[in-house]
Protein backbone atom coordinates (compact mmCIF):
# COMPACT_ATOMS: atom_id res chain seq x y z
CA UNK A 1 0.00 0.00 0.00
CA UNK A 2 1.08 3.53 -0.59
CA UNK A 3 1.69 5.56 2.45
CA UNK A 4 0.32 8.83 2.38
CA UNK A 5 2.30 11.38 4.64
CA UNK A 6 1.28 15.33 5.11
CA UNK A 7 2.95 17.61 6.88
CA UNK A 8 2.29 19.60 8.74
CA UNK A 9 -0.64 18.10 10.86
CA UNK A 10 -1.91 21.51 11.40
CA UNK A 11 -0.65 25.19 9.73
CA UNK A 12 -1.82 28.33 11.38
CA UNK A 13 -1.80 30.98 9.16
CA UNK A 14 -2.70 34.83 9.00
CA UNK A 15 -5.69 36.18 5.86
CA UNK A 16 -3.79 37.47 3.70
CA UNK A 17 -0.43 35.19 3.80
CA UNK A 18 0.52 32.18 1.96
CA UNK A 19 0.28 28.56 2.73
CA UNK A 20 2.60 25.46 1.99
CA UNK A 21 1.02 22.39 2.05
CA UNK A 22 3.11 19.20 1.83
CA UNK A 23 1.93 15.21 1.31
CA UNK A 24 5.03 12.82 0.37
CA UNK A 25 4.40 9.41 -1.08
CA UNK A 26 5.99 6.01 0.22
CA UNK A 27 6.45 5.01 -3.90
CA UNK A 28 5.62 6.50 -7.36
CA UNK A 29 2.74 8.01 -7.68
CA UNK A 30 3.68 9.54 -11.01
CA UNK A 31 1.48 12.69 -11.26
CA UNK A 32 -1.58 10.77 -10.23
CA UNK A 33 -2.40 12.79 -7.16
CA UNK A 34 -4.99 14.99 -6.13
CA UNK A 35 -5.60 17.61 -3.33
CA UNK A 36 -8.92 17.90 -1.66
CA UNK A 37 -10.68 20.61 1.15
CA UNK A 38 -12.83 19.55 3.64
CA UNK A 39 -14.81 21.61 6.21
CA UNK A 40 -16.60 20.83 9.37
CA UNK A 41 -19.82 18.93 8.51
CA UNK A 42 -18.85 18.70 4.81
CA UNK A 43 -18.29 16.56 2.60
CA UNK A 44 -14.50 16.61 0.35
CA UNK A 45 -14.13 19.06 -2.14
CA UNK A 46 -11.87 18.43 -5.39
CA UNK A 47 -9.31 21.23 -5.69
CA UNK A 48 -6.48 19.70 -7.41
CA UNK A 49 -6.05 16.50 -9.91
CA UNK A 50 -3.16 15.52 -11.98
CA UNK A 51 -0.88 17.06 -9.42
CA UNK A 52 -1.42 20.49 -10.53
CA UNK A 53 -4.82 20.90 -12.61
CA UNK A 54 -7.10 23.10 -10.80
CA UNK A 55 -10.67 21.06 -10.60
CA UNK A 56 -13.90 23.05 -12.40
CA UNK A 57 -14.82 26.54 -9.99
CA UNK A 58 -11.38 26.02 -7.95
CA UNK A 59 -9.96 29.70 -7.67
CA UNK A 60 -6.88 31.10 -9.10
CA UNK A 61 -5.31 31.39 -5.38
CA UNK A 62 -5.30 27.41 -5.32
CA UNK A 63 -2.09 26.14 -7.05
CA UNK A 64 -0.31 22.59 -6.98
CA UNK A 65 2.41 21.11 -8.30
CA UNK A 66 5.26 18.05 -7.65
CA UNK A 67 5.75 14.26 -9.02
CA UNK A 68 6.92 10.80 -8.33
CA UNK A 69 6.71 11.10 -4.01
CA UNK A 70 6.92 14.91 -3.49
CA UNK A 71 3.91 17.35 -3.42
CA UNK A 72 2.92 20.59 -2.65
CA UNK A 73 -0.29 22.89 -2.54
CA UNK A 74 -0.01 26.34 -2.13
CA UNK A 75 -2.84 28.75 -1.37
CA UNK A 76 -1.69 32.40 -2.59
CA UNK A 77 -3.45 34.27 -0.52
CA UNK A 78 -5.54 33.11 2.46
CA UNK A 79 -9.16 33.54 2.69
CA UNK A 80 -11.14 33.73 5.58
CA UNK A 81 -13.30 30.28 3.64
CA UNK A 82 -10.03 28.52 3.31
CA UNK A 83 -9.14 27.60 6.49
CA UNK A 84 -10.41 23.76 6.75
CA UNK A 85 -8.82 20.00 6.35
CA UNK A 86 -7.01 19.49 2.86
CA UNK A 87 -6.64 15.89 2.43
CA UNK A 88 -3.87 14.64 -0.98
CA UNK A 89 -4.72 11.34 -1.95
CA UNK A 90 -3.14 8.97 -4.84
CA UNK A 91 -4.71 7.07 -7.54
CA UNK A 92 -1.47 5.79 -9.76
CA UNK A 93 -1.50 2.11 -7.10
CA UNK A 94 -3.99 0.21 -5.86
CA UNK A 95 -5.49 0.33 -3.38
CA UNK A 96 -6.22 4.44 -3.75
CA UNK A 97 -4.57 6.16 -0.51
CA UNK A 98 -5.27 9.96 1.03
CA UNK A 99 -2.65 11.29 3.69
CA UNK A 100 -4.16 12.15 7.19
CA UNK A 101 -4.86 15.31 6.36
CA UNK A 102 -3.33 19.36 7.49
CA UNK A 103 -5.35 21.06 9.24
CA UNK A 104 -5.31 24.66 8.05
CA UNK A 105 -6.63 27.35 11.31
CA UNK A 106 -6.51 31.22 11.25
CA UNK A 107 -3.61 32.53 13.07
CA UNK B 1 -26.81 19.87 -11.49
CA UNK B 2 -24.72 17.23 -10.25
CA UNK B 3 -26.53 15.09 -6.95
CA UNK B 4 -25.22 11.98 -5.19
CA UNK B 5 -27.58 11.20 -1.93
CA UNK B 6 -26.69 8.29 -0.09
CA UNK B 7 -29.43 6.94 2.17
CA UNK B 8 -29.25 3.39 4.42
CA UNK B 9 -27.02 3.92 7.54
CA UNK B 10 -27.98 3.48 10.97
CA UNK B 11 -27.31 1.65 13.99
CA UNK B 12 -26.50 -1.62 13.54
CA UNK B 13 -24.89 -4.58 16.12
CA UNK B 14 -21.78 -6.13 15.58
CA UNK B 15 -21.89 -8.87 12.54
CA UNK B 16 -25.07 -7.42 11.22
CA UNK B 17 -25.57 -5.90 7.75
CA UNK B 18 -26.74 -3.17 6.24
CA UNK B 19 -27.68 -2.06 2.27
CA UNK B 20 -26.61 1.86 1.30
CA UNK B 21 -27.68 3.13 -1.32
CA UNK B 22 -26.63 6.60 -3.66
CA UNK B 23 -29.09 7.92 -6.08
CA UNK B 24 -27.62 9.93 -8.52
CA UNK B 25 -28.74 12.97 -11.03
CA UNK B 26 -27.58 16.08 -13.17
CA UNK B 27 -25.05 13.73 -15.22
CA UNK B 28 -25.18 10.44 -17.27
CA UNK B 29 -24.29 7.84 -14.38
CA UNK B 30 -23.68 5.09 -16.61
CA UNK B 31 -20.29 6.82 -18.11
CA UNK B 32 -18.83 7.21 -14.96
CA UNK B 33 -16.92 5.19 -12.17
CA UNK B 34 -18.22 5.14 -8.62
CA UNK B 35 -16.69 4.90 -4.90
CA UNK B 36 -17.42 4.89 -1.72
CA UNK B 37 -15.37 6.35 0.96
CA UNK B 38 -15.79 6.13 4.48
CA UNK B 39 -14.62 8.56 7.12
CA UNK B 40 -14.87 7.38 10.82
CA UNK B 41 -15.89 10.14 13.58
CA UNK B 42 -12.99 12.78 13.97
CA UNK B 43 -10.48 10.82 11.07
CA UNK B 44 -9.33 10.83 7.77
CA UNK B 45 -11.05 9.88 4.59
CA UNK B 46 -10.30 6.13 3.72
CA UNK B 47 -11.37 4.64 -0.26
CA UNK B 48 -13.13 1.38 0.31
CA UNK B 49 -14.33 0.28 -3.00
CA UNK B 50 -14.95 1.46 -6.66
CA UNK B 51 -17.03 0.19 -9.77
CA UNK B 52 -16.58 0.61 -13.30
CA UNK B 53 -18.97 2.68 -15.13
CA UNK B 54 -20.53 -0.97 -16.60
CA UNK B 55 -20.64 -2.72 -13.28
CA UNK B 56 -18.51 -5.31 -14.11
CA UNK B 57 -15.49 -4.44 -12.17
CA UNK B 58 -15.31 -3.65 -8.80
CA UNK B 59 -12.12 -3.16 -6.55
CA UNK B 60 -12.06 -3.04 -2.67
CA UNK B 61 -9.44 -1.92 -0.52
CA UNK B 62 -8.17 -4.66 2.45
CA UNK B 63 -9.88 -3.74 5.18
CA UNK B 64 -13.35 -4.71 3.69
CA UNK B 65 -13.47 -7.16 0.90
CA UNK B 66 -14.63 -10.43 1.39
CA UNK B 67 -17.12 -8.29 3.43
CA UNK B 68 -18.52 -5.31 1.45
CA UNK B 69 -20.34 -5.55 -2.12
CA UNK B 70 -20.21 -2.70 -4.03
CA UNK B 71 -22.62 -2.96 -7.24
CA UNK B 72 -25.20 -0.28 -9.10
CA UNK B 73 -27.60 -0.26 -11.46
CA UNK B 74 -27.45 2.49 -14.50
CA UNK B 75 -31.05 2.05 -15.26
CA UNK B 76 -32.19 3.41 -11.92
CA UNK B 77 -28.99 5.62 -11.49
CA UNK B 78 -28.28 4.00 -8.29
CA UNK B 79 -25.03 3.10 -6.64
CA UNK B 80 -25.15 0.46 -3.43
CA UNK B 81 -23.01 -1.00 -1.17
CA UNK B 82 -23.98 -4.42 1.06
CA UNK B 83 -22.48 -4.30 3.85
CA UNK B 84 -22.23 -7.60 5.89
CA UNK B 85 -20.42 -8.91 8.98
CA UNK B 86 -19.85 -5.58 10.85
CA UNK B 87 -17.83 -4.12 13.57
CA UNK B 88 -16.75 -1.03 15.68
CA UNK B 89 -13.95 -0.48 13.27
CA UNK B 90 -16.64 0.11 10.39
CA UNK B 91 -18.52 3.07 12.04
CA UNK B 92 -18.24 6.09 10.18
CA UNK B 93 -19.88 8.34 7.58
CA UNK B 94 -20.26 6.51 3.68
CA UNK B 95 -19.87 8.84 1.09
CA UNK B 96 -20.09 7.95 -2.59
CA UNK B 97 -18.23 9.53 -4.62
CA UNK B 98 -17.99 10.14 -8.73
CA UNK B 99 -15.29 9.69 -10.39
CA UNK B 100 -13.88 12.81 -12.23
CA UNK B 101 -13.31 11.58 -15.66
CA UNK B 102 -14.07 8.85 -17.90
CA UNK B 103 -10.55 7.65 -18.21
CA UNK B 104 -8.51 6.18 -16.17
CA UNK B 105 -6.76 6.90 -13.63
CA UNK B 106 -8.91 9.47 -13.37
CA UNK B 107 -11.57 7.49 -12.96
CA UNK B 108 -10.00 6.92 -9.26
CA UNK B 109 -10.55 11.45 -8.23
CA UNK B 110 -13.68 12.20 -7.48
CA UNK B 111 -15.40 15.61 -8.22
CA UNK B 112 -18.68 14.89 -7.09
CA UNK B 113 -19.60 13.78 -3.32
CA UNK B 114 -22.52 13.03 -1.45
CA UNK B 115 -23.18 14.34 2.06
CA UNK B 116 -22.92 11.23 3.34
CA UNK B 117 -24.49 8.51 5.40
CA UNK B 118 -23.67 7.39 8.92
CA UNK B 119 -23.09 3.87 9.70
CA UNK B 120 -22.76 3.17 13.39
CA UNK B 121 -21.95 0.00 14.76
CA UNK B 122 -22.44 -1.01 18.36
CA UNK B 123 -24.80 -3.36 20.65
Known amino acids: ETVMTQSPATLSVSPGERATLSCRASQSVSSNLAWYQQKPGQAPRLLIYGASTRATGIPARFSASGSATEFTLTISSLQSEDFAVYYCQQYNNWPVTFGQGTRLEIK | EVQLLESGGGLVQPGGSLRLSCAAS????????MSWVRQAPGKGLEWISI????????YYADSVRGRFTISRDNSKNTLFLQLNTLSAEDTAIYFC????????????????WGQGTLVTVSS
Open chain 2, 26 to 33: GFTFSNYA
Open chain 2, 97 to 112: AKGNLVEIPNTRNFDY
Open chain 2, 51 to 58: ISRDGRTP
